[in-house]
């Protein structure tokens, strides 16, 4: 009798163990793997300090619950989770991170070169995203630039300007919103393979800089879908209900529930660098008269 039931005990274990996570096809959700391991500077809003998640990981958490339409895993162990093979039990990747990632060159390649391009697969970017693997082109060709400074420091209030309202990870902020949180201006920034949703409003920020300084921009990625979004250095951001809205509207638009197009909008950078130069030109002069 003892032995029957060890037997019994042993292989519903097995199966238990070994049972395959349901598919987005099977549950309705998105299956979402979200990173936020640092290996450069450590947000406040990814840093753990004595809770288990962070406040990043926790948001994200009950955004899924919340909405219904999405779960989340969240790690701080690339080498562990970020692999070819965990990676088939998601449907999208969430990046909040920084510096070179203690990812395998395969398992790297795999995620960009295959994984990231098959239909129903999506990337989101958050803040930090761009300030990850730096000097690895394959990846900020990717995610569409790298960190270069943020003169908008966490404690400054930017103006940001909507230049798609109809996107679904923009609907939420109108045309024009402000907000407390810390931007970055960018280097190996190519403006003709993105479609920019948002940008700073030079002429209503400052510090001031003579050319356009994307906050948001989206593309395709094969048969992938690519989301960046500069916002979420400041906690508080996370529980924005604009903010929190758009990322269900960026789910949305990967899942394939909310379709929009990303055509490539370099002529809107070219606006935007003539307007910032412009307001540059014009507060210099300014302020050389009032001396």
């Known amino acids: ?13 097995f199966s238990l163990l070994f049972t395959p996570s349901l598919s987005q096809a099977e549950t309705g959700k998105t299956r979402v793997l979200m990173l936020t391991q640092s290996k450069g500077y450590t947000h406040g809003s990814v840093k753990r300090e004595k809770a288990d998640l962070a406040p ?12 219904g339409l999405f779960t989340v895993d969240c790690t701080q162990d690339a080498a562990a989770d970020f692999t070819k093979e965990n990676l ?8 909040y991170t920084t510096g070179m990632l203690p990812i395998k060159e395969a ?20 803040h930090s995203a761009t300030d990850t693997y730096k000097t690895y082109k394959p990846y900020w060709d990717m995610v ?14 930017v103006t940001i300007t909507v230049h798609n309202p109809d996107h679904p990870a923009m609907k939420s902020f109108g045309k024009e919103f402000q907000i407390k949180d810390e931007i970055y201006q960018y280097k190996n920034w190519q403006p003709e393979k993105v479609h920019v949703l948002m940008s700073l409003n030079m002429e209503k920020c400052n510090p001031k800089r003579p050319y356009q ?10 048969q992938g879908k690519v989301f960046v979004n ?13 903010f929190q809205e758009s990322v269900i509207g960026a789910i949305k638009w990967i899942r ?36």
């Open 1 to 13: 009798m003892l032995s029957r039931f060890l037997s019994l005990f042993c292989l519903l274990a």
């Open 230 to 242: 500069n916002l979420g250095h400041n906690p508080q951001t996370w529980t924005n209900p604009a």
């Open 213 to 222: 300084v994307p906050v948001a921009w989206a593309k395709e990625w094969g």
């Open 144 to 157: 569409g630039g790298s960190f270069s400074g943020h003169p908008w420091t966490s404690g400054n209030k």
């Open 256 to 291: 394939g529930d909310a379709p929009s197009a990303v055509p490539v909008n370099p002529e809107l950078s070219k606006q935007e660098d003539a307007k910032a130069a412009a307001a540059t030109k014009s507060t210099a002069a300014t302020k050389a008269e009032s001396k």
């Open 107 to 126: 398992d790297l390649q795999y995620f960009l070169n295959d994984w990231l391009k098959q239909k129903g697969h999506g990337f989101i970017g958050f």
């Open 56 to 67: 990043a990981e926790v948001a994200m958490i009950q955004l899924g619950k919340q909405s």
């Open 88 to 95: 088939q039990n998601y449907d999208l990747v969430m990046f």
